[in-house]
């Protein structure tokens, strides 16, 4: 007899530790690169940190920077796609060419300033997501920006028209179409490797926000900042369809409602850093970020109007033979989501 009651405490005790171990989910999450900054350390890493306690779900989440895995970060869609991955902090522009329609959420000239891009982050997001699902078995839960995009170069510039004859560092299909229209040779290089190529001259000039480029210390390894903002450098949170479809109804709406919750904290957080960047790069009050002593290059009306004129006369066409060419249809479901932002009908 008490041989049966020892069995029997101990299979209840088994019972009790594997509720205990199944408690909680196991997800994993590929980051944006720590090289781009405080978005990445200050929001999303806490975020995927404390997974549980921020969504309210049974889910703990192993949470990885793209640059610290070996992992491209062109490779992201492929990553969830696969399965390796349940959730991905997708690098819009990067991942672009395995899926066209992402570019036309930041088409240069299409978000120049915040609210412009949440204009079209709204209407545009339900059409990518809807894609996402169908090609890559994936769920957007929401974007964000890093900012406007501007230029920082290591050689005498006095307006973005002046890199005609220079090397710039590209990250997009869009931007080099834009850089070439000006003369200028683009560049394609992975963010980590910037530095390095503009100190050695590898490069003359190079794109990229603000605060990403305070992080990065190219403000070391450059002389001039141009703060034209030909883009917004959108990113995404994707989900695989496997991950989000384990969850109930119940379940689903709160992780949505806590991505809504962190993109609502870092599109806040993107334009504060974007306005105290521009400031620490060039010598005044610095806040969040690294003092340098850039100088820094007012753009001139004619920068403002070949950025104004970039998306119709360039960014947009190129765009939509390459997005249609890969779906059909790309280009029409854009203009009747983002089209009346634009005035484009």
């Known amino acids: 007899m008490k041989a049966v009651k020892m069995i029997a405490a101990g299979a209840v005790a088994a019972t009790l530790a594997g509720n205990v171990l199944a408690e909680n989910m196991q997800w994993k999450a590929l980051g944006q690169p720590v090289a781009t900054g405080l978005i990445q350390s200050q929001k999303e890493q806490p975020f995927f940190e404390n997974f549980a306690e921020r969504t309210g779900l049974p889910i703990d989440v192993d949470y990885k920077p793209v640059d610290t895995t070996g992992i491209k970060d062109t490779e992201e869609l492929r990553m969830l796609k696969s399965g390796l991955f349940d959730i991905v902090s997708i690098r819009v522009s990067q991942n672009s060419r395995d899926e066209p329609a992402l570019l036309g959420l930041d088409l240069v000239g299409l978000n120049t300033q915040y609210d412009k891009g949440a204009k079209v982050a709204e209407a545009y997001t339900p059409v990518l997501d809807a894609q996402l699902q169908k090609r890559f078995n994936t769920k957007l839960l929401g974007v964000w ?47 980590p490797d910037v530095h390095q190529a503009l100190s050695t001259g590898v490069i003359d000039c190079a794109i990229t926000g603000p605060s990403s480029a305070n992080s990065a210390g190219w403000p070391e390894v450059a002389t001039h900042q141009v703060p034209l903002g030909m883009g917004i450098a959108m990113n995404g949170y994707g989900i695989s369809l496997k991950a989000w479809n384990s969850l109930d109804t119940d379940q689903q709406e709160k992780l949505q409602a806590a991505f809504d919750e962190l993109g609502a904290e870092i599109w806040d957080y993107s334009e504060s850093l974007y306005d105290d960047a521009l400031s620490c790069n060039t010598g005044g009050e610095c806040k969040t970020g690294k003092p340098f002593d850039l100088v820094n290059v007012d753009p001139t009306a004619n920068d403002m109007t070949l950025v104004n004129e970039a998306l119709i006369n360039i960014s947009l066409p190129a765009w939509a033979e390459i997005c249609d060419a890969s779906t059909k249809g790309c280009s029409d479901n854009w203009k009747s989501s983002v089209g009346p932002i634009i005035g484009l009908n």
């Open 145 to 191: 920006p890093f900012g406007p995009q501007i230029l920082f170069c290591n050689a005498p510039v006095d307006s973005f028209a002046g890199i005609k004859g220079l090397k710039v560092r590209v990250y997009d299909q869009s931007l080099a179409n834009f850089v070439e229209s000006v003369g200028a040779t683009p560049v394609p290089i992975s963010f």
